[in-house]
C-alpha cells in the first residue's frame, strides 16, 4: 500500500510563494507519474501539474510560468513551486500518484490561501 503525504500549505499573500511537497512511501513511486491538482470551494477538481517516470511534465494554462512541479526519487517526493501567486490560486492542493498496473493513490490533501 503507498501512502501519500503533502505538506508546505498554508497562508500568503497575493505575489508570495509556497513550495508543496508530496512524499511517498514505497518504491513504485519512482516508476509511477505524479499530478498536483487542486480543488477550490464550489468548483471541480482541476489538474495544475504533473510529472511523468521519466520527468516530462505538463501544466495546466492557468499557471505555466508561476508554476513548476519537480521529482527527486531518491526522496520519493514530488514538489510544486508556486511562484507569483494569485487569490484564485486557493484551494485543497492533493497529488496523485498513477502506476500503471498497480493502482491509483491520492494523499489527504493541503490547504493553500492566497490573500488579496
Known amino acids: 500500500q503507498v501512502q501519500l503525504v503533502e505538506s508546505g500549505g498554508g497562508l500568503v499573500q497575493a505575489g508570495g510563494s509556497l513550495r508543496l511537497s508530496c512524499a511517498a512511501s514505497g518504491s513504485i513511486f519512482r516508476i509511477g507519474s505524479v499530478g498536483w491538482y487542486r480543488q477550490a470551494p464550489g468548483k471541480q477538481r482541476e489538474l495544475v501539474a504533473a510529472?511523468?517516470?521519466?520527468?516530462?511534465?505538463t501544466y495546466e494554462d492557468s499557471v505555466k510560468d508561476r508554476f513548476t512541479i519537480s521529482r527527486d526519487n531518491a526522496r520519493n517526493t514530488v514538489y510544486l513551486q508556486m511562484n507569483s501567486l494569485k487569490p484564485e490560486d486557493t484551494a485543497v492542493y492533493s497529488c496523485?500518484?498513477?502506476?500503471?498496473?498497480?493502482?491509483?493513490?491520492w494523499g489527504q490533501g493541503t490547504q493553500v490561501t492566497v490573500s488579496s
Open positions: 510529472i511523468t517516470s521519466a520527468g516530462r511534465t
Open positions: 496523485n500518484l498513477v502506476v500503471a498496473g498497480w493502482g491509483d493513490y
